[in-house]
C-alpha cells in the first residue's frame, strides 16, 4: 500500500533554514508528481509546491525561500526552507499527485516550529 | 489569486444530512475535489472530479459542482463523520497553483 513519511521538523529559530523529507513506498514513485501541503496550527491546508515525476517541472508559493527537489534513486521528496519565520510555524505533509489535479495519497506530516 | 470559501461550520443530527458549499468565481468551470481530516489526522480523498469516489469512500458521499458553487453531500451521517472537509481546485491562472478552501467543520450532534 501507498505509504509517505516526512521528516525533518523540529524548533528553529527565526532566519534559519530547514530541508524537509518524505520517503514513499508502496508505488512506482518516479512515475509521480508530488506535492507539499502545509497546515498552520488550527488552520486550514495550503498547498506550498509540486514537482514532476522527473523533476523538471517546480512550482512553489515562495519561489526562492521555499524548493521542492526529489531523488527517484531514493524515492524522497524534499523541501527547502530558507529564511523562516513565525509564519512558517505549520504541519508539512506531503501528498502523491494523481492527473496534475488532486492529492490522493498523504503522509501524517512534520511539524517546524519556528521560534526563538 | 483565486479564492473558494467555505461555511466555518455545519451541524447535523445523526442519520440526517449534511450540506457543505465551497464558493469560488465561476468553479463550475473546474474540477473540484474534497478531502476529510479527522482531528490530528492526514486530509483523505473523499470525492475528486466533482462527484466520483476513491475506492473506500462510502457512497453516503456525493459531490456537485455548478456556477459559482461546488457542494459536498453527506447522507445518513454517522458519527465517525465529524471532520474538517476542504474543497480543492487547480487554477492554471493563479500563483498558488492548488488552491484549498477555507474548510468547514461538521460536528455530528
Known amino acids: 500500500q501507498v505509504q509517505l513519511v516526512e521528516s525533518g521538523g523540529g524548533v528553529v529559530q527565526p532566519g534559519g533554514s530547514l530541508r524537509l523529507s518524505c520517503v514513499a513506498s508502496g508505488f512506482t514513485f518516479s512515475n509521480f508528481g508530488m506535492h507539499w501541503v502545509r497546515q498552520a496550527p488550527g488552520k486550514g491546508l495550503e498547498w506550498v509546491a509540486v514537482?514532476?515525476?522527473?523533476?523538471?517541472g517546480k512550482h512553489s508559493i515562495e519561489k526562492g525561500r521555499l524548493t521542492v527537489s526529489r531523488d527517484n534513486s531514493k524515492n524522497t521528496l524534499y523541501l527547502q526552507i530558507n529564511s523562516l519565520s513565525s509564519d512558517d510555524t505549520a504541519v508539512y505533509f506531503c501528498a502523491k499527485d494523481h492527473s496534475s489535479s488532486w492529492m490522493d495519497y498523504w503522509g501524517l506530516g512534520t511539524l517546524v516550529t519556528v521560534s526563538s | 489569486s483565486y479564492v473558494l470559501t467555505q461555511p466555518p461550520s455545519v451541524s447535523v443530527a445523526p442519520g440526517q444530512t449534511a450540506t457543505i458549499t465551497c464558493g469560488g468565481s465561476n468553479i463550475g468551470s473546474h474540477s473540484v475535489h474534497w478531502y476529510q481530516q479527522r482531528p490530528g489526522q492526514a486530509p483523505v480523498l473523499v470525492v475528486y472530479n466533482d462527484d466520483d469516489r476513491p475506492s473506500g469512500t462510502p457512497e453516503r458521499f456525493s459531490g456537485s459542482n455548478s456556477g459559482n458553487t461546488a457542494t459536498l453531500t453527506i447522507t445518513r451521517v454517522e458519527a465517525e463523520d465529524e471532520a474538517d472537509y476542504f474543497c480543492q481546485v487547480w487554477n492554471s491562472g493563479s500563483d498558488h497553483h492548488y488552491v484549498f478552501g477555507t474548510g468547514t467543520k461538521v460536528t455530528v450532534l
Open positions: 514537482i514532476s515525476h522527473d523533476g523538471s
